[in-house]
């Protein structure tokens, strides 16, 4: 990687995943075990305890992951909880990506308010929906176009500006990272979608409306 790439190179996104275990208690948390990632597990008042499996794999994190047990009981407390933590860390961290694993039905307006506010946020049921997983776990390349989309977000700035520096930068994503050919794939389907033009061996990302 040139000097250039590297100077230029921005970090990748932090992503949130806030975890309903009242509701849900998900597999592959050794999936989030990478730099980007913090992980919020929200207990309910009246959970007496988690399973040892699940606690073991989370611990495993370190200080990336906690767990934050809701005060009081009731209907939708605790997606009430995690609700309030999403826009006090959105408020600090506007450029982050939120993402809550819960099968609950109630999140969907709250969701579409975050994009309103261009804060990027979905809900998953499955660890395995978040598309950083579903990257790594994927052998096709949309899934890796996704993940490489969310990580960017909309800005126009702050990017590689050459195609050297962004394949670099596209391969450094992924845990062993990826063929040459794939990367240039990747920033094909990129330009397709509009958020950047190559001209030559520069790169230039578009902002998104």
Avoid at 49 to 58: C, E, P, Q
Avoid at 148 to 173: Q, R, W
């Amino acid at each position: 990687m040139t000097e250039d790439a590297v100077a230029r190179r921005p970090p990748v996104r932090t992503n949130y995943v806030l975890i309903d275990y009242e509701n849900l208690q998900p597999e592959l948390l050794e999936a989030l075990d990478l730099e980007h990632f913090r992980v919020m597990v929200f207990i309910g008042a009246n959970q007496p305890k988690v399973s040892i499996d699940f606690a073991s794999r989370l611990q495993r994190l370190g200080t990336r992951a906690e767990y934050v047990r809701i005060s009081g009981s009731g209907r939708n407390a605790l997606d009430f909880h995690i609700a309030f933590y999403i826009g006090e860390l959105a408020a600090k961290n506007p450029d982050s990506f939120f993402h809550i694993i819960s099968g609950d039905t109630g999140f969907a307006p709250l969701i579409q308010h975050l994009k309103d506010r261009k804060i990027l946020a979905r809900q998953c049921k499955d660890i395995s929906d978040i598309p950083h997983v579903k990257a790594v776990n994927s052998k096709t390349l949309a899934a890796k176009v996704a993940f490489v989309k969310d990580s960017l977000g909309h800005k126009a700035n702050g990017h590689p500006v050459t195609l050297k520096g962004l394949s670099s930068f596209i391969a450094g994503m992924f845990p062993g990272g990826l063929d040459v050919d794939v990367c240039a794939s990747v920033i094909q389907a990129l330009a397709a979608d509009g958020l950047l033009t190559v001209e030559g061996t520069k790169v230039r990302f578009l902002a998104s409306s």
